[in-house]
């Protein structure tokens, strides 16, 4: 399969190839369902917890003699009906994620790219090297190509290129190790750089 290339631009600059196998396949859309879900998952801190009588600090010894008081009997001051005292079911740390097969998670992103490369949102350009880290410049190349909301995945992502970006809230930069199914989908564009997607195709080849 052969990719259009355009120039910063917007003029055609060539073709690459890329494997069918990675920008060509069916859209499964249970598959990639289960693949984001399971990232997002992941994501979650889950280090919300709480102290149960056993954990709270304290209480050792009886407050006061278990007769004559006049009192309800009591063991430690650190019981769930005292002040201060533990939580009878504490919430514990807990691990969200779930496990996802490296070949589906491979599937997941070869589907991706291939529904991204059908709905036309998918664009590859030759370069988009700046010589210095100026958002006004990354503004005018998006704008040239026609993009304001993008995920710029660049072979060879250069400080100036991620300085640039990190003002704009629609656009981000990622080298190729840093992509997943959740910011390919979240983007009305995927700009993908002529090298980057030579290596996005061997690696999900």
């Not at 004559?68 to 002040?83: D, F, K």
Request: aromatic residues 6%.
């Amino acid at each position: 399969m052969e990719l259009s290339i355009l120039n910063a631009a917007g003029a055609s600059a060539g073709s690459v190839a890329v494997p069918d196998e990675v920008f060509g396949r069916e859209f499964n859309e249970s598959l990639v369902h289960q693949v984001v879900t399971a990232y997002l998952a992941g994501a979650r801190a889950g280090t919300h917890a709480q102290k149960t009588r056993a954990a709270v600090r304290g209480g050792g010894a009886k407050p006061f003699k278990q007769k004559g008081t006049g009192r309800a009997r009591a063991g430690t001051i650190r019981s769930p009906l005292w002040r201060g005292g533990g939580k009878v079911f504490a919430a514990v740390t807990a691990d969200y994620s779930q496990k996802v097969n490296k070949k589906s998670y491979k599937v997941a992103l070869r589907s991706i790219f291939s529904e991204l490369l059908r709905q036309d949102r998918l664009v590859v350009v030759s370069d988009l090297g700046l010589e210095q880290p100026k958002t006004r410049d990354l503004v005018a190349k998006l704008k040239a190509l026609g993009m304001d909301n993008v995920l710029i995945v660049a072979d060879d992502a250069s400080e100036a290129l991620y300085l640039a970006a990190r003002n704009l809230h629609k656009v981000e930069v990622r080298n190729v190790l840093e992509i997943d199914p959740v910011c390919l989908i979240k983007f009305d564009k995927v700009l993908l750089t002529a090298g980057a997607a030579k290596q996005i195709g061997e690696s999900l080849a």
